[in-house]
């Protein structure tokens, strides 16, 4: 497992070499691998990068997702509003006691970290839009006191899952509505690329700020 | 004027009406699945093992070579050469001759690709519990785990290295739902397939609620799901896809709600 989580960590170095952007790696206290057939020969695409038109999105961005999502405030809001500054992304749900309040803590103490860019926003995607109501997730974010950098979101079940998909979280509803489900955090660069995710092992966060002070070098 | 041409326009509405409450037609290529309730394969913390399925639509046969081939002529954002690598890997479409397609199953085809074409048809994926429901079933049987020799015959396909060339669709097992290949052909996309989670492993697992999940030893399992290993087989398969896998004997088929 070590040897694994080196390798992982070089080729994530490798790639913020290339870009100014922000790398972290978060990790989570509660494991869940997911790779135990899945084979290592899935190689990265390789593409020549063009100059894009204003406003268009690489191909590897996550903002060509073209969802539609409602925000604390009740407001429309699409990934691509994300551009321009890095982004911390995990999900949740409001009435998850166990897992999610660790991830959450982990990200505001990436917040409160002087490597980290002041630009950098947070956005918590709900498993549960059914019970996660604007309301709920605007109560929610008060209790937990974010800041105005964390974006909450509610959106549509198959957007929901399609994300989650994309984010390389795995997650299912159980019989009494609570959700059980992976811990990933993944972090985009400005331009909507996913510079880096959490392995899900446990991590100490001072590897943490040590990884974004070189990253941001 | 009224009288006999007048009972014929009256005689005929009542036929009409009836024409229409009857029951909605399939759509073409699609089998009507009743609603059911079976087992789980797994314990949920709150020890209820039932699964609830609604009344559905399915595929007949998983989508061809032929049906996908049509569908990137349509959507070329869809063809390898355009297609974002968030959304499928290298080895995308790498075992389709789309220029020859047949209706062999269509494989290395990535979750996102499946979901697409699915949507394109007015459909979707089926869910898990919606495509397990149908994999119950023998050739007679809605639940087919009560008949030993069906059991044996799917544990047997799964236990043979898949052939390097894929029979066409429509030509082995067709179940009591009169939906064929379900077992013995190909590995299918479910809409899901990431709520298929796994525990973590002994050293590093100690915050997981071990009564979440019980795949691997038949411990904790139902008593009727100890002998369905291809269900637990599936099951490791789907923990282990992303969603942009090309996989070479992995296809999909699609589901309709039905009213």
Same mark, same amino acid.
């Given at each position: 497992?070590?040897?694994?989580?080196?390798a992982f960590?070089a080729?994530?170095?490798?790639?913020?070499?290339?870009?100014?952007?922000?790398?972290?790696?978060?990790?989570?206290?509660?494991a869940?691998?997911?790779?135990?057939?899945?084979?290592?020969?899935?190689?990265?695409?390789?593409?020549?990068?063009r100059?894009?038109?204003?406003g268009?999105?690489?191909?590897?961005?996550?903002?060509?997702?073209?969802?539609t999502?409602?925000?604390?405030?009740?407001?429309?809001?699409r990934?691509?509003?994300?551009?321009?500054?890095?982004t911390?992304?995990?999900?949740?749900?409001?009435?998850?006691?166990?897992?999610?309040?660790a991830?959450?803590?982990?990200?505001?103490?990436?917040?409160?970290?002087?490597?980290?860019?002041?630009n950098?926003?947070?956005?918590?995607?709900?498993?549960?839009?059914?019970?996660?109501?604007?309301?709920?997730?605007?109560?929610?974010?008060?209790?937990?006191?974010?800041?105005?950098?964390?974006?909450?979101?509610?959106?549509?079940?198959?957007?929901?899952?399609?994300?989650?998909?994309?984010?390389?979280?795995?997650?299912?509803?159980?019989?009494?509505?609570?959700f059980?489900?992976?811990?990933?955090?993944t972090?985009?660069?400005?331009?909507?690329e996913?510079?880096?995710?959490?392995?899900?092992?446990?991590?100490?966060?001072?590897?943490?700020?040590?990884?974004?002070?070189?990253?941001?070098? | 004027?009224?009288?006999?041409s007048?009972?014929?326009?009256?005689?005929?509405?009542?036929?009409?009406?009836?024409?229409?409450?009857?029951?909605?037609?399939?759509?073409?290529?699609?089998?009507r699945?009743?609603?059911?309730t079976?087992?789980?394969?797994?314990?949920?913390?709150?020890?209820q093992t039932?699964?609830?399925?609604?009344?559905?639509?399915?595929?007949?046969?998983?989508?061809?070579? @032929?049906?996908?081939?049509?569908f990137i002529?349509?959507?070329?954002?869809?063809?390898?050469?355009?297609?974002?690598?968030?959304?499928?890997?290298?080895?995308?479409?790498?075992?389709?001759?789309l220029?020859?397609?047949?209706s062999?199953?269509?494989?290395s085809?990535?979750?996102?690709?499946?979901?697409?074409?699915?949507?394109?048809?007015?459909?979707?994926?089926?869910?898990?519990?919606?495509?397990?429901?149908?994999?119950?079933?023998?050739?007679?049987?809605?639940?087919g785990?009560?008949?030993?020799?069906?059991?044996?015959?799917?544990?047997?396909?799964?236990?043979?290295?898949?052939?390097?060339?894929?029979?066409?669709?429509?030509?082995?097992? @067709?179940?009591v739902?009169?939906?064929f290949?379900?077992?013995?052909?190909?590995?299918?996309?479910?809409?899901?397939f990431?709520?298929?989670?796994?525990?973590?492993?002994?050293?590093?697992?100690g915050?997981v609620?071990?009564?979440?999940?019980?795949?691997?030893?038949?411990?904790?399992?139902?008593?009727?799901q100890?002998?369905n290993?291809?269900?637990?087989?599936?099951?490791?398969?789907?923990s282990?896809?992303?969603?942009?896998?090309?996989?070479h004997?992995?296809?999909?088929?699609?589901?309709?709600?039905?009213p």
């Open positions: 497992m070590q040897s694994t989580i080196s960590v080729r994530w170095m490798r790639r913020s070499a290339t870009s100014a952007s922000l790398l972290i790696i978060v990790v989570a206290p509660i869940v691998p997911n790779d135990i057939l899945a084979e290592e020969s899935h190689a990265h695409h390789h593409h020549v990068h100059e894009l038109e204003a268009e999105h690489s191909s590897e961005s996550l903002f060509q997702v073209d969802s999502w409602l925000d604390q405030q009740g407001k429309t809001r990934l691509a509003d994300f551009a321009g500054a890095p911390v992304l995990a999900m949740v749900y409001a009435s998850c006691d166990a897992a999610c309040p991830m959450i803590a982990l990200m505001k103490h990436m917040e409160s970290s002087a490597d980290v860019p002041k950098t926003q947070f956005v918590l995607v709900s498993f549960d839009p059914e019970r996660d109501t604007v309301d709920k997730l605007q109560a929610f974010a008060r209790s937990l006191r974010l800041s105005d950098r964390w974006t909450l979101l509610r959106g549509a079940p198959d957007d929901v899952r399609e994300l989650a998909v994309l984010l390389g979280v795995r997650f299912k509803q159980n019989e009494d509505k609570s059980s489900h992976s811990n990933n955090i972090v985009l660069d400005g331009s909507g996913i510079e880096g995710r959490s392995a899900g092992l446990g991590t100490s966060p001072s590897v943490l700020v040590e990884l974004a002070r070189e990253a941001a070098s | 004027m009224s009288g006999t007048g009972l014929l326009r009256w005689g005929c509405v009542p036929l009409l009406l009836g024409v229409i409450a009857a029951a909605p037609p399939e759509p073409k290529g699609m089998e699945i009743a609603g059911g079976y087992e789980a394969l797994y314990k949920s913390d709150k020890l039932k699964v609830s399925v609604e009344p559905f639509y399915l595929d007949r046969y998983p989508v061809t070579e @032929r049906d996908f081939a049509r002529r349509k959507h070329p954002r869809w063809r390898s050469e355009n297609i974002s690598p968030l959304f499928a890997d290298d080895k995308y479409l790498t075992t389709v001759n220029s020859d397609p047949s062999r199953p269509v494989t085809v990535s979750w996102f690709a499946a979901k697409a074409y699915c949507r394109s048809k007015g459909k979707r994926l089926p869910t898990t519990n919606e495509w397990e429901f149908v994999a119950l079933a023998s050739e007679t049987a809605v639940d785990r009560g008949d030993p020799k069906f059991m044996a015959k799917v544990s047997e396909w799964y236990g043979s290295p898949s052939t390097d060339s894929l029979p066409e669709v429509g030509q082995g097992f @067709r179940n739902w009169g939906v290949d379900m077992h013995g052909l190909v590995w299918e996309w479910v809409s899901d990431n709520s298929a989670l796994t525990i973590g492993e002994s050293r590093n697992a915050t609620d071990p009564d979440l999940f019980c795949g691997a030893a038949a411990v904790g399992t139902t008593e009727s100890k002998i290993y291809p269900a637990f087989l599936r099951y490791a398969f789907r282990s896809l992303e969603g942009t896998y090309a996989v004997n992995l296809g999909f088929r699609c589901a309709m709600d039905a």
